[in-house]
């Protein structure tokens, strides 16, 4: 699975600077910045544990519900890209919504009160 992600990256890549919408050097230095952030971020997911607790889950999902409402809300300035803009919006949303519903539906019962 991996390597068809790297060969649909530099696929992606390579027609970029094919259609002259990038430099070589502008999809190098992207690229290298994507592998030093995946890098940073997985050193980071096995060093701290965050990620593992149900608060972590909850900001997460938060994170992500905003970020689909400021996207469906924001204005590009590319309206053929307009559709696939809503569309990733949506998508964003309703996970979250789902990732919330599932934090909430999952929580523990409280204990009865002592006596």
């Not at 230095?29 to 965050?50: P, Q, T, Y």
């Not at 469906?72 to 949303?93: C, E, F, K, S, W």
């Not at 789902?98 to 204990?111: E, H, M």
């Amino acid at each position: 699975m991996a390597v068809a992600i790297v060969l649909l990256g530099a696929t992606v890549a390579a027609a970029r600077i094919a259609v002259g919408a990038h430099w070589p050097s502008d999809v190098l230095a992207g690229a290298g910045v994507g592998l030093l952030s995946g890098l940073a971020g997985a050193w980071m997911s096995l060093r701290w544990r965050f990620w593992q607790r149900r608060e972590a889950h909850a900001v997460m999902a938060l994170i992500v519900l905003s970020c689909g409402v400021i996207l469906a809300r924001i204005d590009l300035g590319y309206p053929l890209a307009r559709p696939l803009q809503v569309v990733l919006a949506a998508v964003g949303v309703a996970a979250a919504a789902v990732a919330l519903w599932r934090l909430w539906a999952s929580r523990s019962a409280p204990a009865p009160p002592p006596g």
